[in-house]
């Protein structure tokens, strides 16, 4: 969930050492995987975002987050302007079954996918 910089459930307590994945613009020849963090004892994460016009451009983002006794979850929305927004990810007590994260893509696969309809006598 996308909230305000300063909503009152950040300030609730999180859950120390979730794993978070984060892959922008997902399901898209140019899907950029910009790695993942570990959340802190407050919960707090922080996955540093390096692709050309992040902050000014418009992307959608895929958010994947997992820790042991919880059940994975995965989102994937636009990406806000983080100056004044941040993500809350809620992760509920469950079962430790791996999130189910999208294969990375193979671009010449991809291409040639693609361009079989063209190359058809």
Do not use: W
């Not at 950029?32 to 390096?50: M, T």
């Amino acid at each position: 969930v996308v909230v305000d910089a300063d909503d009152p459930m950040l300030d609730q307590p999180g859950l120390a050492g979730a794993m978070v994945d984060v892959t922008l613009d997902p399901g898209r020849m140019t899907a950029a995987e910009q790695g993942g963090g570990i959340s802190d004892a407050q919960g707090r994460f922080s996955v540093p975002l390096s692709s050309f016009g992040v902050g000014m451009l418009e992307y959608d983002v895929q958010v994947r987050a997992r820790l042991r006794g919880y059940a994975p979850v995965a989102r994937t929305l636009p990406l806000p302007n983080l100056g004044r927004k941040r993500f809350l990810i809620v992760l509920s007590p469950g079962g430790d079954a791996p999130a189910r994260h999208p294969q990375p893509s193979n671009l010449l696969e991809d291409t040639l996918k693609l361009s079989e309809p063209f190359l058809q006598e």
